[in-house]
């Protein structure tokens, strides 16, 4: 296993248009994150998924913003009519429910809206 | 909501130097854990502390949990240049079942 894998690194996009990022976790891994960060912040939640269920969604997470875990495997995180504002980096985790083997997090995928 | 407080948010020191950053909140977590992280890419877990007054080392670096578990600390002996990065503190709420809510984080930077 490589560890969590995010695609693509990199997102240019113009405003109002739309704009889907992938990540694929550990495999053994049941729970998965998505974590939004700016600069000179730290990751801020967005929302989580154990196995196929989204469990929690943060209230920074507008109705613009979508997330998906068919099967349990892979997530997508989709966001519509992109605003500049929604520029940052976004990461992704995995980790194991129950264990304190903290999050593996991918590179992240930096998004700029122009 | 659970806040993280960090200081200092930067921090400039020499090489060889000894430092301290500190994680704070009002809030009691089950557990605490610190990540560096490098320019443009995601944070690697350096360590995981779960009982109060916990002291755990990591070569030169030496994490401690507050008694009261709202608290923590890490210490750098000998900072070296590979120790330039982002440092961030991440609690779990007491449930043990929430999502890691993170501090602004300090950037430390070592020169040589």
């Known amino acids: 296993d490589t560890g969590v894998s995010q695609n693509p690194r990199h997102k240019i996009t113009k405003r109002g248009q739309n704009v889907t990022f992938r990540c694929d976790p550990i495999?053994?891994?049941?729970?998965l994150y998505w974590y939004r960060q700016t600069l000179g912040q730290g990751p801020e939640f967005l929302t989580y998924?154990?196995?196929?269920?989204?469990?929690?969604k943060s209230r920074l997470l507008s109705d613009r913003f979508s997330a998906e875990r068919p099967k349990g495997s892979f997530s997508t995180l989709e966001i519509q009519r992109t605003e500049q504002g929604d520029s940052a980096m976004y990461l992704c985790?995995?980790?194991?429910?129950?264990?304190?083997?903290?999050?593996?997090f991918g590179s992240g995928t930096r998004l700029t809206v122009v | 909501t659970q806040l993280l407080e960090q200081s200092p948010q930067f921090l400039s020191i020499q090489e060889g130097e000894n430092l301290t950053v500190y994680c704070n909140s009002s809030s009691v977590f089950s557990s605490l854990q610190w990540y560096r992280q490098e320019p443009g890419e995601g944070p690697v877990l350096l360590v995981t502390?779960?009982?109060?007054?916990e002291v755990k080392k990591l070569k030169r670096l030496t994490f401690q949990f507050g008694d009261a578990r709202k608290d923590s600390s890490l210490h750098i002996t000998a900072a070296q240049t590979g120790d330039t990065g982002l440092y961030l503190c991440a609690g779990v709420g007491l449930s043990g079942n929430t999502p890691l809510v993170f501090g602004k984080g300090t950037r430390l930077s070592v020169i040589a």
């Open positions: 502390v779960v009982t109060g007054g």
């Open positions: 495999s053994e891994h049941n729970r």
């Open positions: 998924f154990q196995n196929e269920a989204q469990l929690e």
């Open positions: 985790a995995s980790s194991v429910f129950g264990s304190n083997y903290g999050y593996t």
